[in-house]
């Protein structure tokens, strides 16, 4: 079963969002949890998720992928800082709770030169102040291009953030297929030796979603610039190996190329009509 979707508007509320999915041929999806530039949530309309929740069963829909704002920092150096990303992903895990059991991405932070050990305790401890044993969602750090001072730009570091938070059966990883190749893991030539090393450094059980994405970039550029499916430096036959590649079967597939919904429509489709399953 292949669950494919893009990142979806979430102004609208769930069922729109439910809607604007099934149309662009997708049974799953992201959205961010709030303004991706951070700031105040939409409080959840509970009759609005209960027609999604429905629509979501009939559909037989994948989890979904929600994605945490881009300006949250978990490993920020300012103090205040770290407390508003606090304060927000403990609401946005409150208001998962709506949807059960699906996940939310977030990255892992930019250590703003306090360096990477430094990063990695402070996410992970943000991580063991919010997660809780009885939330339902999965929290997945997702891998990073290394652009600047961002954390996760190797698996290792990833799993030096997992090695330190202590509700582990709450956390995984979204592979992201341009950060992974902007961070110069080749999964052009050598997919299987990306996944060994994956599966060496944090262990396959924790990945549990894919971005996949093409690149704007060659190989290790740090940049995360995402392409069009098949028009960037991953192009097609790689991103079709991994959309096909045993050990990734069953993990929602989200797509955050840049495009318009005709785009997405186009880009779904493909995907679908390449996968063998
Ligand atoms: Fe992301
Ligand atoms: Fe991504
Ligand atoms: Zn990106």
Same mark, same amino acid.
């Given at each position: 079963?292949?669950? %494919?979707?893009?990142?979806?508007?979430?102004?609208?509320?769930?069922?729109?969002?439910?809607?604007? =999915?099934?149309?662009?041929?997708?049974?799953?999806?992201?959205?961010?949890?709030?303004?991706?530039?951070?700031?105040?949530?939409?409080?959840?309309?509970?009759?609005?998720?209960?027609?999604? @929740?429905?629509?979501?069963?009939?559909?037989?829909?994948?989890?979904?992928?929600?994605?945490?704002?881009?300006?949250?920092? *978990?490993?920020?150096?300012?103090?205040?800082?770290?407390?508003?990303?606090?304060?927000?992903? /403990?609401?946005?895990?409150?208001?998962?709770?709506?949807?059960?059991?699906?996940?939310?991405?977030?990255?892992?932070?930019?250590?703003?030169? &306090?360096?990477?050990?430094?990063?990695?305790?402070? *996410?992970?401890?943000?991580?063991?102040?919010?997660? *809780?044993?009885? &939330?339902?969602?999965?929290?997945? $750090?997702?891998?990073?291009?290394?652009?600047?001072?961002?954390?996760?730009?190797?698996?290792?570091? $990833?799993?030096?953030?997992?090695?330190?938070?202590?509700?582990?059966?709450?956390?995984?990883?979204?592979?992201?297929?341009?950060?992974?190749?902007? =961070?110069?893991?080749?999964?052009? /030539?050598?997919?299987?030796?990306?996944?060994? =090393?994956?599966?060496?450094? %944090?262990?396959?059980?924790?990945?549990?979603?894919?971005?996949?994405?093409?690149?704007?970039?060659? @190989?290790?550029?740090?940049?995360?610039?995402?392409?069009?499916?098949?028009?960037?430096? %991953?192009?097609?036959?790689?991103?079709? &190996?991994?959309?096909?590649?045993?050990?990734?079967?069953?993990?929602?597939?989200?797509?955050? *190329?840049?495009?318009?919904?005709?785009?997405?429509?186009?880009?779904? =489709?493909?995907?679908?009509?390449?996968?063998?399953?």
């Amino acid at each position: 079963m292949l669950y %494919i979707g893009s990142h979806i508007s979430a102004s609208k509320g769930y069922e729109a969002m439910g809607k604007q =999915a099934l149309k662009l041929g997708a049974n799953t999806f992201a959205f961010f949890t709030r303004n991706p530039r951070g700031g105040k949530a939409k409080e959840i309309d509970e009759a609005d998720v209960q027609r999604f @929740l429905a629509l979501s069963k009939e559909h037989s829909f994948g989890k979904l992928v929600a994605h945490a704002p881009y300006t949250m920092n *978990t490993c920020a150096a300012k103090e205040d800082v770290r407390a508003f990303a606090k304060e927000m992903m /403990t609401d946005d895990l409150r208001r998962m709770e709506y949807t059960p059991g699906n996940y939310y991405n977030f990255h892992p932070g930019s250590h703003v030169g &306090q360096g990477s050990e430094a990063g990695v305790a402070l *996410t992970a401890g943000l991580l063991n102040e919010v997660l *809780t044993p009885e &939330q339902s969602t999965t929290v997945l $750090l997702e891998t990073m291009a290394g652009k600047g001072t961002e954390l996760g730009r190797s698996f290792e570091e $990833l799993r030096a953030i997992l090695d330190q938070v202590d509700l582990k059966e709450k956390m995984g990883v979204c592979l992201d297929t341009c950060h992974v190749w902007d =961070a110069g893991y080749d999964i052009v /030539t050598d997919l299987d030796g990306v996944l060994d =090393a994956f599966d060496k450094a %944090i262990g396959l059980s924790f990945l549990k979603a894919i971005h996949m994405n093409d690149s704007m970039n060659p @190989l290790a550029a740090h940049k995360d610039r995402h392409e069009k499916i098949g028009e960037g430096h %991953i192009g097609l036959k790689a991103l079709a &190996q991994v959309l096909n590649h045993p050990a990734l079967q069953g993990l929602p597939v989200i797509l955050e *190329t840049p495009n318009d919904d005709e785009g997405y429509v186009k880009e779904i =489709a493909l995907l679908k009509s390449l996968h063998k399953g």
